[in-house]
């Protein structure tokens, strides 16, 4: 329960967003890497909300069939049947 008291800062998700990164970012092209890395930076400036690297580091996580982090509760924190959903 102490754990959960702790909040959880932007510069501490940024650090887990580029330790995540790290695992497939040998894989990425010039550009995807410049991309993904913009896209964290923007998130830790305060630019744009979490969800933008978290979705990207999903792409690249299932495209590189990354296991260890496929398993992490981090990109996926809230079973499916709770996530928003948009309606048409």
């Known amino acids: 329960m102490?754990?959960?008291?702790?909040?959880?800062?932007?510069?501490a998700h940024t650090n887990v967003l580029q330790h995540m990164?790290?695992?497939?970012?040998e894989r990425l092209s010039a550009d995807e890497r410049q991309e993904l890395g913009q896209v964290i930076r923007?998130?830790?400036?305060?630019?744009s909300?979490?969800?933008?690297?978290l979705t990207l580091i999903g792409h690249y996580v299932r495209r590189f069939r990354v296991v260890y982090l496929q398993e992490q509760v981090y990109l996926r924190p809230h079973p499916h049947e709770l996530m928003l959903r948009n309606h048409v």
Do not use: K
């Open 42 to 47: 923007d998130y830790h400036r305060g630019l």
């Open 21 to 25: 990164a790290g695992y497939f970012s």
């Open 2 to 11: 102490a754990a959960l008291g702790i909040l959880a800062t932007r510069r």
């Open 49 to 53: 909300p979490l969800l933008v690297p």
